[in-house]
């Protein structure tokens, strides 16, 4: 029995080759082949076959498509496609069954003797490897995004194990026979700085010193021109090394007389990429992607470079590192490792839990990790020294929960956090801040699919909406799972302030909800001192004012609003002044509702009034409130009690 996906679909029994006309087959059988002897759930294959928007009977289709498969593969091959709770898995019963399983075992093998020194055996192995590609992997499987996911993936694995191999015949002493080559891995990845160093080995080894020169030249424009940075470490001393002609470029050891390195990294078959998968309508954030990417990419010294992004719940962090790690995986040749720390969660992530993950990601085996924290980070450490490492730490509780995760020098960080990480040293902020009226309105039509037309009643949407990315994902899915509702529906049901929250909920998007994990982390103080200038009906609050309403001393209520403003809770326009975002502040108007008194509420915005009205009558005779047309007109906007609700 053969199985093949490396190039287009494969499928021959003893009776000869088997062919899968019908898309929706050929789409069924390489799922299934992606994870052999796994089962895949019928939630997994629906969504291959029919993306997120799935037919009424979409679960009763999909298994008269298995049926059909399992009779187009005939007896012998058809009986392999088994049926397992909760959904199907294709039974492979050796490597040679099936041609991806047999590239990764002869991948593994090829590893294991690189790391006894038979670089020599490496390569041969690896080019078997690279032999069994028949062309793009599942080049005649129906593009969908899911498959184009994995058709990427499965690529990109077929040209690191292509630069593995050219590594493993560098270490034998090769040169010259891997310049063509490596040109044209280079014009498939013109930023990978690792081809460049092989490329000018190979020259060097070949007698050609002034080319291996030049193409540091080539690659250190390439670099500047199009990413803004000089190259890396590694390059720069290679470059040093041919200036000097140092000998250790040219005599190499015999590739069958390497010494055995013994430590714990069994090298892994590919470079990691854990990324999960961004949505397909990210929209706007152009300015902060370029500065991110600037970041993340520029000379990091001593040390990693750092990028942490912050901003209030739903503003949309965790999508823009995302989208910026997919843009950048390329330039990090060791891999990119993610991992969800679950800063708002009860129980956020153990680094220490986190570290082995990351050492199992990069080749360690499960025996060799330690259990100490400490142990770990030193393993995490030695494994990831000398790689190129992209490290994605989504949604931090504080600084504290990610320093054990930073990786070495030439490598990267990307952090988001709903707190500013003002502990991490050599850190560059960036605090992510509301759509723009035109990218909120984008952002809306693209979920909703409609309301391109309807200028008007989008305004008022996006209005409503704060202008903030998780709410504009809700009404715009809300109002696409409700073809009869109108743009204007959504428009008019978010207008009541008294039932906007409860409007902005679907499945498990809710902005009520992603607040309430912001709000229940704050100490007690802070809590109530978020509840009560909810309450203003202001749009900022100077220092005098939000003492008087907490009913606190300045320096002790400047501590706490400053750090409300670390917890993108409350927003500081200019120093001494501080406000609240449209939807935190009626979801501080529930919780003051449902947790002080009417009369302590009234209490508050009477003490805020009073201390308006005390610095009116210090101020210069004369000057009047900006806004206000004389003196008797301006009514501080303290003044008045804000009842649950009120619009």
Request: hydrophobic share 40%; net charge positive.
């Amino acid at each position: 029995m053969i199985f093949g996906i490396l190039g287009p679909l494969l499928v021959g029994d003893s009776q000869g080759p088997r062919a899968l006309a019908a898309p929706k087959q050929r789409v069924l059988l390489a799922s299934l082949l992606l994870r052999p002897n796994r089962v895949v759930p019928v939630t997994d294959l629906l969504d291959r076959l029919w993306g997120e928007h799935h037919p009424a009977s979409a679960t009763a289709t999909l298994h008269n498509h298995i049926a059909r498969l399992r009779r187009s593969l005939g007896a012998e091959a058809g009986a392999r496609i088994r049926t397992r709770a909760p959904g199907y898995l294709v039974e492979i019963q050796s490597d040679q069954e099936l041609d991806l399983a047999c590239f990764h075992a002869l991948h593994t093998t090829a590893a294991a003797a690189a790391q006894d020194g038979d670089y020599d055996r490496a390569a041969t192995l690896l080019r078997r490897a690279l032999g069994l590609w028949r062309g793009n992997a599942l080049s005649d499987i129906p593009t969908t995004a899911t498959h184009s996911r994995d058709r990427e993936q499965l690529d990109e694995l077929r040209l690191v194990v292509w630069q593995q191999r050219i590594e493993y015949d560098l270490e034998s002493g090769a040169g010259e026979a891997l310049i063509p080559e490596l040109r044209e891995l280079l014009a498939a990845r013109p930023f990978q700085e690792s081809l460049y160093g092989q490329l000018m080995r190979a020259l060097y080894r070949s007698g050609r010193q002034a080319d291996a020169l030049g193409v540091f030249r080539e690659a250190r424009a390439a670099l500047l021109d199009e990413l803004g940075v000089e190259p890396g470490p590694s390059l720069q001393q290679l470059h040093e090394s041919l200036l000097r002609q140092d000998p250790g470029l040219v005599r190499e050891q015999p590739g069958r007389l390497r010494p055995r390195q013994s430590h714990a990294r069994a090298e892994p078959p590919r470079a990691p990429v854990q990324l999960p998968p961004g949505v397909t309508d990210f929209t706007g954030r152009q300015e902060e992607g370029a500065a991110l990417i600037a970041a993340l990419t520029a000379d990091g010294g001593h040390g990693p470079r750092i990028a942490a992004v912050s901003g209030q719940a739903g503003i949309g962090k965790t999508e823009l590192a995302l989208q910026t790690a997919w843009r950048l995986r390329r330039s990090f040749t060791g891999g990119v490792l993610f991992a969800d720390l679950r800063g708002q969660q009860s129980r956020p992530a153990d680094p220490t839990d986190v570290l082995a993950a990351f050492a199992r990601a990069l080749g360690a085996e499960g025996a060799a990790i330690p259990t100490e924290r400490e142990a770990r980070a030193t393993l995490y450490h030695s494994l990831a020294a000398g790689l190129r490492l992209l490290v994605v730490l989504d949604n931090a509780a504080d600084s504290s929960q990610v320093r054990p995760l930073l990786p070495g020098p030439g490598s990267a960080v990307l952090v988001t956090s709903r707190r500013r990480l003002t502990g991490l040293a050599g850190a560059h902020p960036f605090d992510l801040g509301l759509l723009s009226q035109t990218e909120a309105a984008e952002l809306f039509s693209k979920v909703a699919g409609r309301g391109y037309g309807e200028p008007d009643a989008v305004a008022a949407i996006t209005a409503r909406c704060g202008y903030l990315p998780l709410a504009l994902r809700i009404a715009g899915a809300r109002l696409a799972a409700r073809p009869a509702w109108s743009v204007q529906e959504i428009a008019d049901r978010l207008a009541d302030r008294r039932h906007r929250m409860d409007e902005l909920r679907a499945e498990d998007m809710d902005v009520r909800a992603s607040l309430m994990l912001s709000y229940t982390a704050l100490p007690g103080p802070n809590a109530r001192a978020f509840r009560l200038l909810a309450l203003a009906d202001a749009p900022t609050l100077p220092l005098p004012i939000a003492s008087a309403m907490l009913d606190l001393p300045q320096r002790s209520a400047e501590q706490i609003l400053e750090e409300l403003v670390d917890a993108h809770l409350l927003t500081c326009p200019r120093q001494g002044s501080y406000g609240l975002h449209d939807l935190p502040r009626l979801f501080g108007r529930e919780q003051a509702a449902a947790t002080e008194t009417a009369q302590e509420r009234l209490a508050a915005l009477r003490r805020g009034a009073r201390a308006a009205l005390a610095q009116l009558g210090r101020a210069k005779p004369g000057s009047r409130p900006r806004g206000c047309s004389s003196k008797r007109g301006y009514r501080p906007a303290v003044s008045r009690p804000v009842a649950h609700g009120e619009s």
